[in-house]
């Protein structure tokens, strides 16, 4: 990535060494780009190892519910993206919207709760990675857990935003690359499963075997699970919180293009739902599957005969809570080729979550702490200073956390569905103070912090009255879910209910002049500005042209027109994933014949090759011009050692002349 980054600085004159390109690339980032982004700082461990985990135990239910209960928040991000590009395009974090519109208060109460997301989901990044990194090498847990956050900041201080998502492309095409082969190894070469019609008779064998508790007739082949239904909703709204009220999703918005905001979410949205949909389908369902072959050494064929001895023993309920399924798969199919595959994804993901939640947190750290409280007139070396410290900062915290919930013993399963509990109250607040003009301070404050007490009282009395007044983290689907829905749902009816009856009246023009570049100035200062700007900002490729054409991709009636398609399109895809596919089946009790499970299995490997299509292919296409340039620079450089660095126009022509 260093090196990359040293490319594209040197051939395109695109280059970090201002904080607005450090943190945010210039607001000019294209949609492809973005979605790519999207789906890498959403696929974390927990996205492959949990959803395999949770497919493991409630069938093809899993696969669904994992996916649609964390697509869902990204799609209906689009509208807060949009709602971002109208009411405060030039702010840095939506901390600082929250800030100019209710004050420091408020300012202070939701950075608890934006912070607390943060150093939440990096510590299951760093579970995860330090796990994977120690499996690989032999490396110590405790100095893997330092050693992943510190070697992403390294790229990250170097390159910024733009080269996190540099970072995000990359690890993004590996990762639908070894999704591919898995799908292939499964359902066409194994000589364990090797077809859809192998992997439904397997299915079917192991429901005899260890029957699914809640599931119609006991079986994996069905989408009538209560348990599954029960997890779909925890993860609904647990993961509302870690992408409303994480910085990171926020940043992207940030760093797209005004006018391909909407369409860069819905892209990234709807790409990432194949990535544990059709991994899970496959190693989740194949971690099942593999319980009816017969090893080796088995004395009988059939698996409920006495004496059958299976290839995959089952596994116990700490290695599921583990996430080890989609693991013990891929070994059993692939042997070390499938361990090192599965494990290099898990590295890719770990460390591209890890790179976007540094610079999420450096800018938090500098525009809401350090400018705000600490040093408003910051000069721009000092904001860029403190921008680097900012990555430096949050990875030492990061591999603090790690350790610390490495030896609390806290499972990052517990932890992936004990999120929404604490951190769910603050996710209607939030949405409204961005979007509803009528949004009331003191609502919205007092609905995040009472829904977090009331939350966390209903987890306490729930998990005490089910475990006979032992309160411990071994616990059941019920506990988290009384927890999640009392968090959010309070939290969400204070703020609304007190906004309709004091309601502000806020036209949103203090949170449009957050940032605002200063156009009227007098000669002499406009002269001084350019002169520094070119002493301490290289040009880039795309300046001129491109910041007159962002200019006019603010224009209000354009992005309230994107608004509206944001409101819709997402609203219906939302009704789709999580009401008009699922719940029909649900109450069908369904339990797929051959033909239907050849349809689901189909479709999973359909979506993952448009979606890689989306992602990996798309985003090449949109930078062209950029590639072309790079590649003709290097060429020159070959021909002629130092002819091909990027020169800016405004040289060009005065050497000309």
Not at 1 to 15: D, E, H, N, P, W
Not at 141 to 157: D, E, S
Not at 158 to 187: E, K, P, Q
Not at 450 to 467: K, Q, R
């Amino acid at each position: 990535m260093v090196g990359l980054t040293a490319i594209q600085a040197r051939y395109t004159g695109v280059s970090s060494r201002n904080s607005e390109e450090f943190t945010s690339a210039s607001r000019s980032i294209k949609p492809g780009l973005i979605a790519a982004g999207i789906v890498s700082a959403w696929t974390w461990a927990a996205t492959l190892l949990q959803s395999s985990a949770i497919t493991y135990r409630y069938g093809i239910s899993g696969p669904w519910w994992y996916a649609a209960g964390a697509t869902v928040q990204v799609l209906l991000f689009a509208q807060l993206a949009a709602k971002l590009k109208l009411n405060a395009p030039y702010a840095h974090t939506w901390l600082e919207i929250v800030a100019t519109r209710w004050g420091s208060l408020a300012h202070l109460v939701f950075m608890v709760f934006g912070l607390a997301t943060n150093i939440i989901v990096s510590s299951m990044l760093v579970l995860g990675g330090s796990a994977t990194v120690t499996s690989l090498t032999g490396m110590n847990t405790i100095a893997a857990c330092f050693l992943i956050p510190f070697g992403v900041a390294i790229y990250v201080v170097v390159g910024g935003m733009r080269s996190t998502l540099l970072c995000d492309y990359t690890h993004t095409s590996v990762l639908f690359a070894i999704i591919f082969t898995f799908i292939f190894t499964v359902y066409a070469t194994s000589g364990y499963i090797g077809s859809i019609s192998k992997m439904h008779q397997l299915l079917s064998e192991a429901t005899q075997v260890m029957p699914v508790s809640g599931n119609a007739q006991g079986s994996y082949l069905t989408l009538r699970s209560l348990n599954g239904l029960i997890f779909g909703i925890i993860n609904l709204i647990g993961n509302f919180a870690t992408v409303f009220q994480d910085q990171a999703y926020w940043q992207r918005a940030i760093a797209s293009r005004p006018g391909t905001t909407v369409k860069a979410y819905l892209i990234g949205g709807l790409a990432w739902f194949a990535v544990p949909f059709a991994f899970s389908t496959t190693l989740g369902l194949a971690a099942v599957a593999l319980t009816a072959v017969p090893a080796s050494s088995s004395p009988t064929q059939e698996p409920t005969a006495s004496g059958f001895i299976p290839l995959l023993q089952p596994l116990t309920q700490s290695d599921i809570s583990a996430g080890l399924p989609a693991s013990f798969a891929a070994v059993t199919l692939l042997g070390q080729g499938g361990a090192a595959a599965l494990l290099v994804i898990l590295f890719l993901a770990v460390t591209s979550a890890t790179s976007a939640e540094l610079i999420a947190v450096s800018s938090v750290l500098t525009y809401d702490v350090y400018v705000r409280y600490i040093n408003p007139q910051a000069t721009e070396q000092q904001v860029l200073k403190m921008s680097h410290a900012g990555v430096i900062i949050f990875a030492l915290v990061m591999g603090i956390a790690g350790t610390i919930f490495y030896y609390i013993g806290v499972s990052m399963g517990w932890l992936y569905t004990f999120m929404g509990v604490i951190l769910g109250s603050g996710v209607v607040p939030i949405a409204l103070c961005i979007t509803w003009s009528k949004a009331n301070r003191l609502g919205c404050i007092g609905g995040s912090v009472i829904g977090f007490v009331v939350g966390v009282a209903v987890w306490l009395g729930v998990t005490s009255g089910l475990n006979e007044g032992v309160i411990n983290v071994d616990v059941s689907n019920y506990e988290m879910l009384g927890g999640n829905l009392a968090s959010i749902a309070i939290g969400g009816i204070i703020a609304v209910t007190v906004s309709l009856i004091w309601p502000d009246n806020y036209d949103f023009a203090e949170t449009r002049a957050i940032n605002l570049p200063v156009v009227r100035k007098t000669t002499a200062h406009y002269v001084q500005d350019v002169e520094a700007e070119k002493k301490d900002a290289p040009v880039s490729v795309t300046s001129a042209s491109d910041e007159a054409e962002l200019d006019n991709e603010l224009d209000p009636a354009s992005l309230k027109k994107a608004f509206r398609f944001a409101v819709w399109s997402s609203v219906i895809m939302t009704l789709v994933f999580m009401i008009i596919i699922p719940l029909p089946l649900f109450g069908a009790s369904t339990v797929y014949s051959l033909a239907g499970f050849s349809v689901w299995v189909v479709i999973a490997i359909l979506w993952a090759f448009c979606s890689a299509f989306a992602v990996v292919l798309y985003p090449l296409w949109e930078s062209r011009a950029a590639l072309m340039m790079i590649i003709r620079g290097m060429v020159k450089d070959a021909y002629s050692p130092g002819s091909g660095a990027y020169v800016p126009p405004s040289t060009a022509n005065t050497a000309t002349a």
